[in-house]
Every structure is written in structure tokens, then in C-alpha cells.
């Protein structure tokens, strides 16, 4: 119960202020299309330089929070998710709105989130400290494999294709090694000076996730979000709660598959939200009425998406890798103040990390209180025109990645990997595996290398990297994780193959 | 697959593969080679899954992906070229404030679908571009204190 003696820190003016400030701004650009959580997340980093580490991360974690609840505010009033993660949320959220309960859709759609978004905590909290422990036991040769497996893992679960996940993964490793080698200082694929020093990880994290977004509203050339705004009606408030505990089964659903889903790395939100939908709908008597504006539907897709957030963050901060591309970002910004994350931060940085996953929890209430009195409100961000986000963007993106070093050069890897990233996009590569494959190239190598020289002096390298219970856990986890996308991909391909032929 | 897509594959492929490539190359010849243990292994990987990537775009054989449209080009050249002009010269050149604002006005005038024949949508151009090199301005220059390069008319 260690957090509670910490709880008192979220609670201070700064800090309870920068709680709200991240949950309302956060609400508000989870609500516009075309901001992601990761992106929003990536662009406030550079304005965490001058806080204190728990003031920092207490900001970015309520942005994350409510970018993925306040998502659901889009895909209801527009059928336009705010994020991946909210997609199931428009198949009966949308359909209730047409029908004139938007803001009961709204309502329950908060209340949901702020539910699953509380066990998701609760998990945190229990389960990190326990795993942090066990953790312990990981020698260089466990955590090389293990940072190996957050590159696969997320490299094929989160692409549409293995092949080009792992390639994405790989670029990802590569631009990690270069600059000058720790061990012999030796220069790596240093081709501009821009480089010499290396790649900056929060430059690259926001050209990576911002950029390619700057570039997509270019392609859709002059125009406005093509999507009319639904006019929420007055909804009793007492009314959405019963609703919401009416539905016990789809709620429990929908936090179970959130939680489970968020502890493994590389499954996102989007995934939560669909298969506690889809679960839902099995599970439930009434399965014919989803897509028809279902509640059960909402609760189900919107409890989901917020329970996986918390879990998403328990291999990040016991093990240092990150279960989704936003727990990523957020390393970034344990990184810039100079704490690792792994096994040691419960006991040596606990003023840190306690408020942080403390102000999560409290978000979670502040995010239900403001999304159900600014929901309305924020679907309005949606007329903004997409010219005026793309150069908003663009600009917070060159200013925040300057402002991380002082260093032009950051601002160019920032431009160069975001204009790459978009094309990658478009011929079907991630950004994902590859900003984990950047972040957790150090750690890879770094372990690697002292596994080797640990082998050479010892029982030699074959025998060091792949012997040992958990190296062979690890090892069957990411050959399970390449196993099992290829069955997927083979198995959607022949479906989609069979349908063509029929068609 | 269509032709366009096809090619497009095969470019964008075949223009990893050639980072692939020289990646393993210059990982298996540079010294010390000690210094390259790690990224030989990221590289031979690397290589070997772009040049798979490579040869299915060849036979026609790549499933994700839609490449780009004619449209989607035409449509993000000009923003793209203001992009590159201002992050790799105008910020440093001009400033980071001057640079920020033409880049933002012109962004502004390419794609905002307001019509540019009435004086009203200009004047809400300059006023929307104002506010935000305000705000801009408030964040970095006095809450951050961040240092941006001289300024072109400072």
C-alpha cells in the first residue's frame, strides 16, 4: 500500500494543476480527428524540460489518459474516431447519436472508460511492484531477449504485415546504433552531422508520430472534415450511471479484455476495444441489437480502451519495455530527466513514479467529471480546418523538437524521419516497431555486449545467450509472437482470397 | 495490383533494400570491427528481410500498402515542399518566429478550403496566424525560455 503514502503529492497546487491542464487539453485534442494519443503525447514532451520528472510524467500520463477517452467524443458526434483505439466505440455510439442519444452515448462512454480506466490503474499499482521484484532476476543475456522481444511483439502484432513489422523493427535498432559506440568510441554510420552524437529520441519520436499526420492532411488537399457534428441533447446524468451498472456483463467484459490486453506488449487499444466488443456482442443475450446503438456496445469498447492503459505500462516500468507505441513516448520522457526505468525505480525513485501512477488514478475521476461537462463542447474542434491543425502541428513539431537540445540538427532528424515515416506508411510499414526498436536498441546492445564479454570469459556465447529457463521462455515468445502473425496473415489472406473469387 | 502501386512498391523496396544493404556492408568493413559486433547482427537481419521485401515487390506479390495516388501527390507537393524548406533552411535562416509564420500563413492559404477571392477569409488568415505565433511565442520564448537562432529582421 506504498501508493497511498504518496498520494498526497498529486494533490499539490503545480501538480493538480498540471493533472487538469493535461486532462482537459488532453479531452480536447483526443476529440479532434487526426491527433493520436502517441502524437499528442510526443508533442508535449518538450514542455516537460523544465518540470520536475513527477510534475512531467503526471502531465503526459493525463494526456494519454483522456486522448484515449476523449476520442470517443469523435467517434460518436462524427463516426470519426479520435484514435485507433476508439474504432468499435462508433459502431453503436455513432448509431445512438443519429438516433438523438448522444449524450447519453457520451455519458456512458466516460463513466465506462473512467471504470475500466480505474482497474487498469489498480493493476498498475498491484502488479508492477511484484513484477519489479521478479524481474530482478534478469541478467544482461534475459534482458537482451527481452528487448528483442518488444521489437518482434510489437513488430508483428501491431503490423499488417510480419515481414515488413520486423523490417520496420530493424531500421528502428539500426538508427539506434548510430553515432559514436559506447564501449570502443568508435564512429557508426555517422553520414551527416546531425548525427554525430546519435539519434535524439524525443526529436525522432515527434517527427516519427507527428510528421507522417502533417503530411496525411496535405494529401486530402482543400478541405474541411467531411463529417456532420451531431447536436447532443440534455441527458440525466444519475440515468447514464444506472445504465452503465445495468450492463454489468459487457462493463466486466470490457475491463477484463482491456487489462489482459494492456499487459501484453504491442497489443494497442484498438485491439482492446474490438474484441471486448466483439466478446460483448457473443456473450450477450441481446447480440442482435449491436450496431443497432446498443449501450452495451459503448460501455464495451470504451471500458476496454481505457483499462489496457494502465497495464500498458507494467513492462515498461518493471522490465523498460514498452507496451505500446504511447508507453514508448513516455519512456522518452523518463529518459529526458534521467531515470531508467526496470526492476530498481520503485526503490529509487519512488517520489516519481508513485505520483505519476497515483495522478493516473485520480485522472481517471477527473476525466470522467470534465469529458462529461465539456463533451459536447469539444466535438466542436472538429471544424477546425484541417489546414490550421496540419501547420499547428508542424510548427509545435519543429519548435518542440529545437527546443530538446537547442540543436538544429535535431530539427532536421526530426523532418528526415518524419518524411520517411510517411512513405513508409503508404507502402505499409509501422512506426511503431520501429520507435521501439529505436528506443530499445541501446538496451539491446548494451546488454549484448556485456553478455558477450561475460560468455567469453565463462561458458562462451552459444552457450550464455541460449540456456536457461527464462532465455528460452523469452526465445519461444518471440518466435510464438512471429508464429503466430504469419498463421494470422497467412489465414487472412486465404479468406480474403476466397472472397474475391466468390465476389 | 495495379501498375502504379507496383512501382511504387518496387522503388520504395528496392530503395530499402539499398539501405539494407550498405548497412551490411559498411557493418562487415568498417573498423574496429569490434565496435560492429551489434549492428553486423541488426544488419544482416535487416538486409535479409529487404531483400525479401524487395523480390515479392518484383513478382507483384506485396499485399499491404496502397502507395500513392496521382491525387494524393498533387496534393501534398506543395505542402511538402514549404515542409522541407522550412525546416531544413527557413527556421535557421530567417528565424525560428519569421520562418514559423510565412510557413504557417502559406500553409494556411494552400489548404485552408475557405475561398481566397473574399477579403474576410484573408483577414482571418492573418488573425489566426497572429494568435498562434502569440501563443507560440508565450510557450517558448517566456515559459520555456528556449533560444531560438537570431531572428532575420532582429
Redesign the interface.
Known amino acids: 500500500m506504498e501508493f497511498l503514502y504518496y498520494m498526497g503529492d498529486v494533490f499539490t497546487p503545480i501538480n493538480f494543476g498540471l493533472l487538469l491542464l493535461g486532462t482537459i487539453g488532453g479531452l480536447i485534442l483526443g476529440a479532434t480527428p487526426g491527433l493520436s494519443p502517441t502524437m499528442t503525447v510526443a508533442l508535449m514532451i518538450?514542455?516537460t524540460?523544465?518540470l520536475a520528472p513527477e510534475q512531467g510524467l503526471i502531465l503526459l500520463g493525463a494526456a494519454y489518459t483522456s486522448t484515449v477517452a476523449g476520442g470517443a467524443v469523435s467517434a460518436i458526434l462524427l463516426k470519426i474516431p479520435g484514435a485507433p483505439a476508439n474504432i468499435a466505440t462508433t459502431l453503436d455510439g455513432h448509431t445512438m447519436a443519429q438516433k438523438g442519444e448522444g449524450a447519453k452515448a457520451l455519458q456512458i462512454s466516460f463513466i465506462a472508460s473512467a471504470i475500466g480506466g480505474l482497474f487498469g490503474v489498480f493493476l498498475l499499482i498491484f502488479l508492477t511492484p511484484v513484477l519489479a521484484t521478479w524481474a530482478l532476476a534478469f541478467g544482461p543475456s534475459e534482458l537482451f531477449w527481452l528487448a528483442i522481444l518488444g521489437v518482434t511483439v510489437i513488430g508483428t502484432l501491431d503490423s499488417?504485415?510480419v515481414?515488413?513489422g520486423?523490417?520496420s523493427g530493424?531500421?528502428g535498432?539500426?538508427l539506434a546504433?548510430i553515432g559514436f559506440?559506447d564501449?570502443?568510441g568508435?564512429q557508426?554510420?555517422i553520414f551527416h552531422s546531425s548525427v554525430s552524437g546519435g539519434i535524439n529520441v524525443i526529436p525522432a519520436l515527434i517527427g516519427l508520430f507527428a510528421?507522417p499526420q502533417?503530411?496525411a492532411?496535405?494529401?486530402?488537399?482543400?478541405?474541411?472534415v467531411d463529417a456532420e457534428i451531431i447536436v447532443v441533447q440534455r441527458h440525466p446524468i444519475g440515468d447514464a450511471f444506472r445504465e452503465v451498472f445495468s450492463r454489468k456483463r459487457a462493463l466486466a467484459i470490457g475491463t477484463a479484455v482491456g487489462s489482459i490486453i494492456g499487459l501484453i506488449p504491442g497489443v494497442g487499444g484498438q485491439i482492446a476495444g474490438l474484441v471486448a466488443y466483439d466478446q460483448s456482442k457473443k456473450m450477450s443475450p441481446e447480440s442482435a441489437k449491436f450496431g443497432t446503438g446498443h449501450p452495451e456496445g459503448v460501455i464495451a469498447a470504451e471500458s476496454a480502451n481505457n483499462a489496457m492503459v494502465g497495464p500498458s505500462l507494467v513492462p515498461l516500468l518493471t522490465l523498460s519495455i514498452p507496451g505500446s507505441p504511447t508507453a514508448a513516448v513516455l519512456l522518452g520522457g523518463l529518459l529526458i530527466h534521467g531515470i531508467f526505468p526496470g526492476p530498481a525505480l520503485f526503490t529509487q525513485y519512488p517520489e516519481v513514479v508513485w505520483p505519476f501512477i497515483n495522478s493516473m488514478l485520480i485522472g481517471q475521476i477527473l476525466m470522467c467529471v470534465f469529458g462529461l461537462l465539456i463533451a459536447g463542447w469539444a466535438a466542436n474542434v472538429a471544424r477546425v480546418?484541417?489546414?490550421?491543425m496540419?501547420?499547428?502541428v508542424?510548427?509545435?513539431a519543429?519548435?518542440g523538437s529545437?527546443?530538446v537540445g537547442?540543436s538544429?540538427g535535431d530539427?532536421?532528424v526530426?523532418?528526415a524521419l518524419g518524411?520517411a515515416m510517411y512513405?513508409?506508411?503508404?507502402?505499409?510499414?509501422s512506426a511503431a516497431p520501429l520507435v521501439l526498436g529505436l528506443i530499445l536498441?541501446p538496451i539491446?546492445?548494451a546488454n549484448?555486449?556485456q553478455g558477450?564479454m561475460i560468455a567469453n570469459a565463462t561458458i562462451g556465447q552459444m552457450a550464455y545467450f541460449f540456456t536457461g529457463w527464462l532465455n528460452w521462455l523469452l526465445i519461444l515468445i518471440v518466435v510464438a509472437s512471429v508464429g503466430y502473425s504469419i498463421w494470422m496473415e497467412l489465414r487472412q489472406?486465404r479468406y480474403t482470397t476466397k472472397e474475391d473469387a466468390q465476389a | 495490383m495495379n501498375d502504379l502501386p507496383r512501382t511504387?512498391?518496387i522503388i520504395?523496396?528496392g530503395a530499402?533494400a539499398a539501405?539494407?544493404i550498405t548497412?551490411a556492408y559498411?557493418s562487415y568493413t568498417?573498423?574496429?570491427a569490434?565496435?560492429?559486433?551489434?549492428?553486423r547482427?541488426?544488419?544482416t537481419?535487416?538486409a535479409m528481410?529487404?531483400i525479401?521485401?524487395f523480390v515479392?515487390a518484383v513478382m507483384g506479390r506485396?499485399?499491404?500498402?496502397?502507395?500513392?495516388s496521382g491525387?494524393?501527390m498533387r496534393?501534398?507537393l506543395?505542402?511538402?515542399i514549404v515542409?522541407?524548406v522550412?525546416?531544413?533552411w527557413g527556421?535557421?535562416e530567417l528565424g525560428?518566429y519569421t520562418a514559423?509564420t510565412i510557413?504557417?500563413f502559406i500553409?494556411?492559404a494552400?489548404?485552408?478550403?475557405?475561398p481566397h477571392t473574399e477579403a474576410k477569409t484573408w483577414i482571418k488568415r492573418v488573425l489566426?496566424t497572429a494568435g498562434?505565433m502569440a501563443v507560440?511565442y508565450g510557450?517558448?520564448a517566456m515559459?520555456?525560455?528556449?533560444?531560438?537562432?537570431r531572428e532575420i529582421f532582429s
Open positions: 518538450p514542455f524540460f523544465k499488417s504485415s515481414v515488413k520486423l523490417l530493424c531500421i535498432l539500426w546504433t559506440d564501449i570502443m568508435a557508426r554510420f510528421i502533417v503530411i492532411m496535405f494529401a486530402k488537399g482543400r478541405s474541411n480546418p484541417r489546414a490550421v496540419a501547420a499547428v508542424l510548427g509545435l519543429v519548435f529545437y527546443s537547442h538544429m530539427v532536421y526530426m523532418a518524411l512513405f513508409l506508411e503508404r507502402f505499409g510499414f536498441g539491446a546492445e549484448f555486449m558477450a489472406r | 511504387q512498391h520504395a523496396s530499402i539501405v539494407g548497412v559498411i568498417q573498423e574496429p569490434a565496435a560492429f559486433v551489434f549492428p547482427l541488426i544488419a537481419v535487416f528481410l529487404a525479401w521485401t515479392k506485396t499485399k499491404v500498402g496502397q502507395g500513392l491525387q494524393d496534393n501534398l506543395p505542402g511538402l515542409t522541407l522550412y525546416a531544413f527556421a535557421k525560428f514559423t510557413t504557417f500553409l494556411l494552400l489548404y485552408d478550403p475557405a489566426i498562434f507560440m510557450l517558448f515559459l520555456l525560455n528556449v533560444y531560438t537562432p
